[in-house]
């Protein structure tokens, strides 16, 4: 029997990354973080000194980039070039940035192939924006996963704050907002539910909650 395909799509901060994970190892898939793929070029974009308008250079940025997984025990690694980046990639500065690279068609098609590449033999869990829709609109299960704005904006804060980064909850709420609307006001692949995936509003569940709901689905199809 095939292992399935995975995706689980939605704005920044709706437990995507959590979520993901869990329903990884609850299944022995493998989780894709399709965000930190674009974080990486983003961050090789802004050490290059590239415009993130500037959609040659990004192109051309794509073709010698090398973006990888390491997995282990622990949480996943990032490495761009083999540079453990899984923390540079995270800051606020970075995520703009990525929103805005992240448009750029050339930068898409490099990080969908990639991801193709690593999730075609299916037993992944895929996370990002364009899963459903653009990278495997075949995948057997698709989730949309949605909360309020400011419960995802307090989401990211609590996040930060945990790393002891200082931020303000505010401008937090702020920047989810303008990543989410850039995000969905893109031409290329922006963010959309796709009309078979479903939908699950996080607003005032748990995590477990929502683990068991996805599980439950995704036995349904098995
Ligand atoms: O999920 P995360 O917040 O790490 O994603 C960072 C940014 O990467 C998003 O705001 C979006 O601009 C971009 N992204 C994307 N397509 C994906 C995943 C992320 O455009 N599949």
Redesign the pocket.
């Known amino acids: 029997q095939r292992e399935f395909i995975i995706a689980i799509?939605g704005p920044?901060g709706a437990g995507?990354?959590t979520l993901s994970r869990l329903l990884a190892r609850s299944l022995r898939y493998t989780n894709i973080?399709?965000?930190?793929?674009?974080?990486a070029v983003a961050l090789a974009a802004r050490r290059a000194g590239i415009d993130p308008a500037d959609e040659v250079a990004l192109e051309e940025l794509c073709g010698r980039l090398r973006i990888e997984f390491l997995r282990g025990d622990g949480a996943e690694r990032v490495l761009l070039n083999g540079e453990d980046v899984s923390e540079a990639i995270r800051t606020p500065e970075v995520?703009l940035l990525?929103?805005r690279v992240?448009?750029c068609s050339a930068v898409?098609q490099a990080?969908v192939r990639l991801q193709r590449g690593m999730g075609e033999q299916g037993g992944v869990v895929l996370?990002?924006?364009?899963?459903g829709t653009v990278?495997f609109p075949g995948a057997e299960v698709k989730f949309f996963l949605l909360a309020t704005a400011a419960e995802r904006g307090r989401r990211r804060y609590q996040e930060l704050i945990a790393k002891g980064l200082e931020v303000d909850l505010g401008q937090t709420i702020a920047e989810v907002e303008a990543?989410d609307a850039?995000?969905s006001a893109r031409t290329h692949?922006p963010l959309l539910q796709a009309a078979d995936a479903v939908a699950i509003d996080s607003t005032s569940m748990g995590i477990e909650a929502v683990l068991e709901l996805m599980l439950q689905e995704v036995r349904r199809r098995r």
């Open positions: 799509d920044s995507k990354s973080d399709t965000g930190a793929m674009y974080r995520s990525t929103s992240s448009a898409r990080m996370e990002g924006r364009d899963i990278v990543r850039a995000d692949a």
